[in-house]
Protein backbone atom coordinates (compact mmCIF):
# COMPACT_ATOMS: atom_id res chain seq x y z
CA UNK A 1 0.00 0.00 0.00
CA UNK A 2 0.88 3.43 -0.53
CA UNK A 3 0.19 5.93 2.29
CA UNK A 4 -0.72 9.70 1.24
CA UNK A 5 1.21 10.15 4.61
CA UNK A 6 4.23 8.85 6.27
CA UNK A 7 4.96 10.34 9.85
CA UNK A 8 8.14 8.94 11.89
CA UNK A 9 7.59 9.59 15.10
CA UNK A 10 4.44 9.15 17.18
CA UNK A 11 5.28 11.78 20.18
CA UNK A 12 2.77 14.90 20.45
CA UNK A 13 4.04 16.61 17.09
CA UNK A 14 3.71 13.29 15.08
CA UNK A 15 0.45 12.30 16.98
CA UNK A 16 -1.18 15.85 16.25
CA UNK A 17 -0.49 16.40 12.76
CA UNK A 18 -1.35 12.53 11.67
CA UNK A 19 -4.48 13.24 13.38
CA UNK A 20 -5.24 16.45 11.35
CA UNK A 21 -4.04 14.42 8.06
CA UNK A 22 -6.00 11.32 8.76
CA UNK A 23 -9.15 13.29 8.15
CA UNK A 24 -7.98 14.06 4.57
CA UNK A 25 -6.06 10.78 3.55
CA UNK A 26 -4.39 7.49 4.65
CA UNK A 27 -1.91 8.05 7.51
CA UNK A 28 0.87 5.31 8.83
CA UNK A 29 2.85 6.96 11.85
CA UNK A 30 6.26 4.82 12.70
CA UNK A 31 7.76 5.02 16.63
CA UNK A 32 10.81 3.98 17.20
CA UNK A 33 10.32 3.16 20.94
CA UNK A 34 7.27 0.32 22.03
CA UNK A 35 5.18 2.99 23.17
CA UNK A 36 4.42 6.72 21.50
CA UNK A 37 5.67 9.65 23.39
CA UNK A 38 8.37 7.72 25.53
CA UNK A 39 10.63 11.04 25.25
CA UNK A 40 9.89 14.33 25.61
CA UNK A 41 6.19 14.30 25.27
CA UNK A 42 6.14 12.04 28.31
CA UNK A 43 8.03 14.24 30.18
CA UNK A 44 6.78 17.80 29.62
CA UNK A 45 6.30 20.23 32.16
CA UNK A 46 2.77 20.29 30.40
CA UNK A 47 2.05 23.84 30.81
CA UNK A 48 -0.28 26.07 28.35
CA UNK A 49 1.37 29.32 28.52
CA UNK A 50 -0.66 32.01 26.37
CA UNK A 51 2.59 34.86 26.08
CA UNK A 52 5.15 32.33 26.74
CA UNK A 53 7.88 32.40 23.12
CA UNK A 54 8.40 34.69 20.34
CA UNK A 55 5.54 36.55 18.51
CA UNK A 56 4.53 33.88 16.00
CA UNK A 57 5.09 31.26 18.67
CA UNK A 58 2.29 32.89 21.16
CA UNK A 59 -0.19 33.59 18.24
CA UNK A 60 0.33 29.99 18.14
CA UNK A 61 -0.23 29.20 21.75
CA UNK A 62 -3.44 31.69 21.50
CA UNK A 63 -4.91 29.88 18.39
CA UNK A 64 -4.33 26.56 20.22
CA UNK A 65 -6.90 27.49 23.30
CA UNK A 66 -9.91 26.84 21.48
CA UNK A 67 -9.30 23.07 20.81
CA UNK A 68 -7.50 23.01 24.45
CA UNK A 69 -10.83 24.05 25.65
CA UNK A 70 -13.61 22.68 23.10
CA UNK A 71 -11.80 19.32 21.99
CA UNK A 72 -14.19 17.58 19.34
CA UNK A 73 -17.01 15.18 21.15
CA UNK A 74 -15.54 12.43 22.35
CA UNK A 75 -11.79 13.36 21.91
CA UNK A 76 -11.19 12.95 25.97
CA UNK A 77 -13.33 12.46 28.85
CA UNK A 78 -11.61 14.92 30.97
CA UNK A 79 -10.87 18.94 30.75
CA UNK A 80 -7.75 19.38 28.50
CA UNK A 81 -6.92 22.21 31.07
CA UNK A 82 -6.88 23.43 33.93
CA UNK A 83 -6.24 26.90 35.81
CA UNK A 84 -2.67 27.34 37.77
CA UNK A 85 -1.47 30.59 36.65
CA UNK A 86 1.82 31.81 37.11
CA UNK A 87 4.06 34.04 39.30
CA UNK A 88 7.48 35.20 37.93
CA UNK A 89 9.38 36.16 40.72
CA UNK A 90 12.05 39.08 40.89
CA UNK A 91 14.80 38.99 42.78
CA UNK A 92 16.47 42.31 44.96
CA UNK A 93 17.21 44.46 42.19
CA UNK A 94 16.14 42.98 39.41
CA UNK A 95 12.86 44.44 38.87
CA UNK A 96 13.44 46.02 35.83
CA UNK A 97 13.86 42.49 34.36
CA UNK A 98 9.93 42.52 34.92
CA UNK A 99 9.25 44.80 32.18
CA UNK A 100 9.78 42.82 29.44
CA UNK A 101 7.46 40.51 30.45
CA UNK A 102 4.90 42.38 31.13
CA UNK A 103 5.25 44.04 28.23
CA UNK A 104 3.45 40.62 26.32
CA UNK A 105 0.51 41.54 28.42
CA UNK A 106 -2.40 41.23 25.91
CA UNK A 107 -6.03 42.35 27.03
CA UNK A 108 -7.48 38.80 26.32
CA UNK A 109 -4.06 37.27 28.38
CA UNK A 110 -3.11 39.83 30.49
CA UNK A 111 -0.62 39.55 33.00
CA UNK A 112 -0.13 42.07 35.88
CA UNK A 113 2.57 43.79 38.30
CA UNK A 114 2.01 42.04 41.84
CA UNK A 115 4.08 42.92 45.22
CA UNK A 116 6.64 41.55 47.09
CA UNK A 117 4.02 40.70 49.82
CA UNK A 118 1.16 39.50 47.00
CA UNK A 119 3.65 37.40 45.98
CA UNK A 120 4.57 35.83 49.11
CA UNK A 121 1.02 35.18 50.22
CA UNK A 122 0.35 33.63 46.84
CA UNK A 123 3.31 31.38 47.42
CA UNK A 124 4.41 30.88 50.88
CA UNK A 125 6.74 28.91 50.33
CA UNK A 126 9.01 31.89 49.26
CA UNK A 127 11.41 33.56 51.11
CA UNK A 128 10.66 37.19 51.45
CA UNK A 129 13.89 38.40 51.67
CA UNK A 130 14.31 37.11 48.09
CA UNK A 131 11.41 38.44 47.17
CA UNK A 132 11.62 42.42 45.61
CA UNK A 133 8.47 42.24 43.09
CA UNK A 134 6.85 39.71 41.11
CA UNK A 135 4.28 39.28 38.13
CA UNK A 136 1.49 37.40 37.71
CA UNK A 137 -0.30 35.53 34.71
CA UNK A 138 -3.67 34.19 35.68
CA UNK A 139 -4.30 32.42 32.09
CA UNK A 140 -1.60 29.74 32.94
CA UNK A 141 -2.97 26.22 32.75
CA UNK A 142 -1.79 23.20 33.45
CA UNK A 143 -2.42 20.73 30.08
CA UNK A 144 -3.07 17.06 31.25
CA UNK A 145 -1.05 16.31 28.28
CA UNK A 146 -1.49 12.26 28.63
CA UNK A 147 -5.38 12.50 27.78
CA UNK A 148 -4.56 15.19 24.56
CA UNK A 149 -1.50 12.58 23.65
CA UNK A 150 -3.72 9.57 23.90
CA UNK A 151 -6.75 11.55 22.27
CA UNK A 152 -5.08 12.57 19.32
CA UNK A 153 -4.16 8.67 18.94
CA UNK A 154 -7.18 7.15 19.25
CA UNK A 155 -8.97 9.75 16.91
CA UNK A 156 -6.28 8.81 14.42
CA UNK A 157 -7.26 5.16 14.57
CA UNK A 158 -11.06 6.35 14.33
CA UNK A 159 -10.29 8.41 11.42
CA UNK A 160 -8.70 5.14 9.50
CA UNK A 161 -5.27 5.82 10.58
CA UNK A 162 -2.56 3.66 11.77
CA UNK A 163 0.35 3.93 14.64
CA UNK A 164 3.41 1.17 14.06
CA UNK A 165 5.18 1.10 17.49
CA UNK A 166 8.92 -0.81 18.24
CA UNK A 167 9.49 0.41 14.16
CA UNK A 168 13.36 1.92 14.07
CA UNK A 169 14.11 3.78 10.81
CA UNK A 170 16.95 2.27 9.42
CA UNK A 171 17.07 3.58 5.36
CA UNK A 172 14.71 6.48 3.41
CA UNK A 173 15.27 6.37 0.02
CA UNK A 174 13.31 8.51 -2.50
CA UNK A 175 12.20 6.60 -5.56
CA UNK A 176 9.24 6.80 -8.07
CA UNK A 177 7.77 10.04 -6.90
CA UNK A 178 7.04 8.06 -3.33
CA UNK A 179 9.02 7.44 0.01
CA UNK A 180 10.46 4.52 1.18
CA UNK A 181 11.38 3.97 4.64
CA UNK A 182 12.80 0.49 6.64
CA UNK A 183 13.37 -1.14 9.31
CA UNK A 184 14.61 -4.30 10.14
CA UNK A 185 11.22 -5.38 10.26
CA UNK A 186 9.49 -3.84 7.14
CA UNK A 187 9.72 -1.07 3.96
CA UNK A 188 6.47 1.64 4.14
CA UNK A 189 5.66 3.62 1.11
CA UNK A 190 4.11 6.73 1.40
CA UNK A 191 3.69 9.75 -1.14
CA UNK A 192 4.36 12.67 1.42
CA UNK A 193 7.07 11.75 4.23
CA UNK A 194 6.71 14.20 7.17
CA UNK A 195 9.62 14.25 10.10
CA UNK A 196 8.52 14.11 13.68
CA UNK A 197 11.21 12.62 15.29
CA UNK A 198 12.05 14.63 17.99
CA UNK A 199 15.78 14.93 19.07
CA UNK A 200 16.42 12.46 16.06
CA UNK A 201 15.15 14.84 13.54
CA UNK A 202 18.52 15.38 11.85
CA UNK A 203 19.69 11.97 11.66
CA UNK A 204 16.13 10.93 10.28
CA UNK A 205 16.87 14.23 7.61
CA UNK A 206 20.01 12.96 6.63
CA UNK A 207 18.81 9.54 5.82
CA UNK A 208 16.57 10.97 3.73
CA UNK A 209 19.43 13.04 2.39
CA UNK A 210 17.90 16.60 3.74
CA UNK A 211 19.73 19.04 4.82
CA UNK A 212 20.39 19.01 8.29
CA UNK A 213 18.86 21.99 10.38
CA UNK A 214 21.28 21.76 12.85
CA UNK A 215 19.06 20.64 16.18
CA UNK A 216 20.67 19.99 19.20
CA UNK A 217 19.35 17.90 21.80
CA UNK A 218 19.36 19.02 25.44
CA UNK A 219 19.23 17.52 28.30
CA UNK A 220 16.87 18.85 31.45
CA UNK A 221 17.37 18.08 35.03
CA UNK A 222 14.14 17.76 36.94
CA UNK A 223 13.29 16.59 40.64
CA UNK A 224 10.05 15.60 42.11
CA UNK A 225 9.79 16.39 45.90
CA UNK A 226 7.12 16.78 48.62
CA UNK A 227 4.88 20.27 48.58
CA UNK A 228 6.57 21.99 51.53
CA UNK A 229 4.20 22.08 55.02
CA UNK A 230 3.53 25.69 54.56
CA UNK A 231 1.78 25.30 50.50
CA UNK A 232 -0.39 22.51 51.82
CA UNK A 233 -3.57 25.09 53.62
CA UNK A 234 -2.93 27.68 51.20
CA UNK A 235 -5.26 28.02 47.51
CA UNK A 236 -3.16 25.94 44.84
CA UNK A 237 0.36 27.32 44.08
CA UNK A 238 1.33 28.56 40.75
CA UNK A 239 4.03 28.05 38.66
CA UNK A 240 6.99 29.79 39.80
CA UNK A 241 9.65 30.90 37.55
CA UNK A 242 12.62 33.67 38.81
CA UNK A 243 14.21 36.46 36.18
CA UNK A 244 17.57 35.31 37.19
CA UNK A 245 18.01 32.13 35.68
CA UNK A 246 15.56 29.09 33.94
CA UNK A 247 14.76 27.43 37.24
CA UNK A 248 11.25 27.15 37.83
CA UNK A 249 8.73 25.20 40.09
CA UNK A 250 5.36 23.53 39.42
CA UNK A 251 2.86 21.42 41.64
CA UNK A 252 2.78 17.71 39.77
CA UNK A 253 0.01 15.56 41.10
CA UNK A 254 0.56 16.51 45.13
CA UNK A 255 4.18 16.93 44.97
CA UNK A 256 6.54 19.69 43.78
CA UNK A 257 8.62 19.66 40.26
CA UNK A 258 11.87 21.40 40.68
CA UNK A 259 14.25 22.43 37.61
CA UNK A 260 16.98 24.76 37.13
CA UNK A 261 16.13 25.19 33.96
CA UNK A 262 19.62 23.46 32.57
CA UNK A 263 19.85 22.33 28.67
CA UNK A 264 22.63 19.74 28.33
CA UNK A 265 23.93 19.39 24.75
CA UNK A 266 23.73 15.47 24.45
CA UNK A 267 23.54 13.11 21.62
CA UNK A 268 19.94 12.29 21.16
CA UNK A 269 19.68 9.12 23.68
CA UNK A 270 16.85 8.06 26.42
CA UNK A 271 17.63 10.70 29.00
Same mark, same amino acid.
Not at 71 to 78: I, L, S
Not at 163 to 186: G, L, P
Given at each position: ?????????????????????????????????????????????????????????????????????????????????????????????????????????????? /???????????????????????????????? /????????????????????????????????????????????????????????????????????????????????? /????????????????????????????????????????????????
Amino acid at each position: MIYDYLIIGAGISGAAAAYELSKQGSVIVIEAENIPGYHSTGRSAALYTPNYGDPIVRQVNRASKQFLNNPPPGFCHTPLLTQRGQLTVALPGEDEKLSEILAQSVPEDP /IERISAAEACDIAPLLDPAFVESATLEPGVAD /IEFASLHQGYLAAIKRQGGQVICSMRVEAITRKDDVWHVSSNKQTLIGKTLINAAGAWADQVAIMAQATPIGLVAKRRTAI /IVDLPTVTRSKAPLPAIDFTDCNGYLKPEAGKLMVSPGDETPVEPQDA
